[in-house]
């Protein structure tokens, strides 16, 4: 009997994704492989709705966040800042030994678009980072409206951190003029961790063709080339990508992408309800809280570390302490990736039980 | 019915392998990974007869290759060539806006521990790259006499390509004064592509401390620093965690890993001896040939797609091609991780009832 995992990562994967893992090795260079390649790069592309080709890299999410940095950061980057993980995208950016200005508001608080328009209209920018929906605070984003202001520039190559928020949240990379959009699988795709995919603009490729110092890994014009032949820069991760290719299928058409954000909704509604009637407060700024993840802040003053044990030694249930600084102040519920809203009630209602 | 694979990569891996990749998802920051990562670390340390630390890279070996030039070339490498993948690590030394010399020797030809000297002797460099085995001509360049020059210059950092000898051919990483010794486990370890290890020294991390720009995702230091903590620096794959924790207690303690070395001379003996049986000749420098796979030089003209083809289709067997230029000119057996001498004769007498 396994933990059943509501933290925000790496979250529930169902037997039947997990049971794809097992499937024979096949050649990386070779046909059915790239049948395979074909297939996912195509159902990534309706995910997201863009014709950017969306690349696959055997890394975590991290990984592919530092790529950015390498490929499209020519001289001064704009961050914007809101937790931990947007926090590590500005110091990856220093550890590439280049420039950034920070956008930072108070963990848990949204970044507003006229923050960003104040900035950007310096002149002295030529990328800008925003994480969509911040993991460690249960915060949302406003993507929509930050992408207005950003396609004012055309010179910015814009990234998203879609980590907990794609293939759970509608996300249209095209209309929204996103270059890149990156996510690792273990959240909302319900999948183990160990790649991490992208779509990834001509635009964007064009400024990595313009630097140096990118070395080979994470190197867009190198995973363009490979793309082209239906092909990997390196050996990947081939259980990840036979999983990966059902759970597009199950997404796509079995849910449909659509119901699925709509499950996703509804899951965060619930929770934040949830959340207030049970006398604690959201952490997240009112009216930019995730649909993914939800961050309780603990103003009843619970032990949270002791509630977690006991939620997972009786009902092999796991939900998450407070990130970094975070911990024990808040504690987090993911409803993402394949729970459902029964699933996530279910685990409510054990935490109520033990909490009284 | 699989095709088995007798490829340089990725290798036929064993059903009970397989299943562990199945297994349900954890938290990769509790106490039930860190006890996980612990046993790897340490049974890698076994295997490598090392006391340095051992890392995990949810990468394929290129990364680690990558990570090795921005963590540990201040200024100028050596860089020993003599194939595909040795000339690749040079190319990524360049990529990384980094100087490197060049030692090459033609295709399939051994380096020799003379031409070491000679360079190292000018004081010039402060790093060196060697890999071990080449895959993509069969050679093995000789380690254990180059090791010996390395050691007499101490500021070098000798790190060394082992991706498709590790754990099919016995390296004593302390002994002979490895730095860093790392591989992809889709090859000799017999597991699915998706992560890379790696033993990384004292040194190498002193260096690494020096050196800027090197991003995150590959700096040797968080390495260090979140293995300390038996954690990895961001989410790993966790499946391929489980399968080579799995996959190393029967390398050590089933077979043994003393049985394992032999078992893989026996296998590339014996293919070296079917090889010229046959009439055709070993495309290695004499006295340098792999024991994880042989390069066959195609003196006979035949059609090596249409053989491979044949003997994939008839029996489901599948050996490879010469790699890149070497297509059709040689092909490759590879005789590494869980196959048995039998399964290797079994593929060589089908082959050679093919091509009658």
């Known amino acids: 009997m396994h933990n059943k995992l509501f933290i925000p990562g790496p979250t529930e994967v169902k037997e039947d994704v997990l049971k794809q893992?097992?499937?024979?090795?096949?050649?990386?260079?070779g046909k059915e492989f790239s049948a395979l390649y074909s297939e996912i790069t195509q159902k990534l592309q309706k995910l997201l709705y863009t014709e950017n080709p969306c690349f696959i890299s055997t890394s975590s999410a991290i990984g592919v966040m530092e790529a950015c940095?390498?490929?499209?950061v020519r001289k001064k980057s704009l961050n914007l800042v809101c937790g931990a993980f947007s926090k590590k995208w500005a110091d990856i950016v220093k550890a590439c030994n280049k420039e950034c200005d920070i956008i930072k508001v108070e963990d848990g608080k949204a970044i507003k678009p006229e923050m960003v328009e104040e900035k950007l209209k310096t002149g002295e920018y030529d990328s800008v980072f925003l994480t969509h929906n911040e993991t460690s605070t249960g915060g949302m984003n406003p993507l929509e409206e930050i992408a207005e202001v950003v396609k004012k520039y055309p010179d910015i190559i814009f990234m998203v951190d879609c980590v907990s928020s794609m293939a759970g949240v509608k996300?249209?990379?095209?209309?929204?003029?996103?270059?890149?959009?990156?996510a690792s699988v273990q959240k909302c795709f319900a999948l183990p961790p160990g790649i991490a995919v992208f779509s990834c603009s001509k635009k964007a490729i064009e400024r990595s063709k313009e630097l140096s110092n990118k070395g080979y890994y994470f190197d867009f014009v190198e995973f363009l080339k490979y793309h082209e032949k239906l092909q990997t820069i390196s050996t990947p991760s081939i259980p990840h990508m036979y999983a990966l290719n059902h759970q597009l299928d199950k997404i796509l058409t079995q849910?449909?992408?659509e119901n699925r954000f709509?499950?996703?909704k509804e899951m965060g509604q619930f929770t934040r309800n949830w959340t207030i009637k049970n006398g604690f407060e959201l952490f997240a700024e009112k009216g930019f809280e995730s649909n993914t993840v939800t961050c309780v802040k603990n103003t009843k003053d619970i032990n949270v570390s002791e509630l977690i044990k006991t939620t997972k030694e009786k009902y092999n249930l796991e939900f998450g302490n407070g990130y970094g600084e975070l911990k024990e102040k808040t504690f987090r519920i993911a409803h993402m990736g394949d729970m459902t809203l029964e699933e996530v009630k279910d685990l409510l209602e054990k935490i109520e039980k033990e909490m009284k």
């Open 69 to 72: 940095v390498r490929n499209c």
């Open 171 to 182: 996300i249209e990379v095209d209309r929204l003029g996103i270059d890149v959009a990156l």
């Open 21 to 29: 893992l097992s499937k024979p090795m096949i050649s990386h260079r």
């Open 255 to 257: 849910e449909g992408d």
């Open 262 to 264: 709509a499950r996703h």
